[in-house]
């Protein structure tokens, strides 16, 4: 019924958007189950990494069934500027959560030169997808929400709901306080 057993989804995921919704519903068609990989899943924020990785997890899963949550599963993957060690530590996460012998394949989409990292798990079958939703990009999206907006044509909306609430708390004032003063060093997207 399925091509693969996993498949794995690389990303941060700040804040959650029709394009990365669009390549789960894919992955949940062509895979049992799909590994959702939560990049700089560090314990602090910025304005770059609003969000704390059990947050994304709630935003990501309330846009899903509940039949279909129960095929999403998380790996925590922590900031480290080592090509080598991360992809061991993304290895060594996703392994933690594949039965062993299962046909496990990587899924995204070579959106620019950030997107090297899908090129180093050779060993994982590539679904390469083509641009989904206009090469949609979460930074203006962050931009615009630190400015007061959510840009709801772009979320769904577990993600709109999630948004609304994030913004009446003490976090986000102090985020949208940062980001007003010109601390914007934190904004590009690195995957």
């Not at 060993?123 to 990009?137: A, G, N, Q, R, T």
């Not at 708390?169 to 934190?186: F, H, I, P, W």
Request: hydrophobic fraction near 40%.
């Amino acid at each position: 019924m399925y091509t693969f057993d996993y498949l794995v989804f690389i990303g941060r995921f700040q804040p959650f958007h029709l394009a990365h919704l669009q390549t789960i519903e894919i992955a949940l068609q062509q895979s049992q189950n799909v590994v959702l990989a939560l990049g700089s899943a560090q314990s602090e924020r910025n304005i770059k990494n609003p969000f704390l990785a059990h947050e994304r997890e709630q935003m990501i899963l309330s846009n899903f069934s509940e039949d279909d949550q129960k095929r999403i599963h998380f790996v925590h993957v922590v900031d480290v500027y080592n090509d080598e060690k991360w992809v061991k530590q993304v290895k060594t996460l996703v392994n933690q959560v594949v039965q062993p012998n299962a046909k496990v394949g990587l899924i995204g989409h070579f959106k620019d030169e950030s997107s090297y990292y899908l090129a180093l798990f050779p060993e994982w079958e590539m679904v390469e997808l083509d641009s989904l939703k206009d090469s949609i990009s979460a930074t203006p999206m962050r931009e615009a929400y630190y400015r007061g907006e959510i840009q709801t044509e772009f979320f769904p909306k577990g993600t709109i709901k999630f948004l609304t609430e994030f913004k009446n708390t003490k976090v986000y004032a102090e985020l949208q306080r940062k980001y007003l003063e010109g601390d914007k060093s934190n904004l590009d997207e690195c995957f």
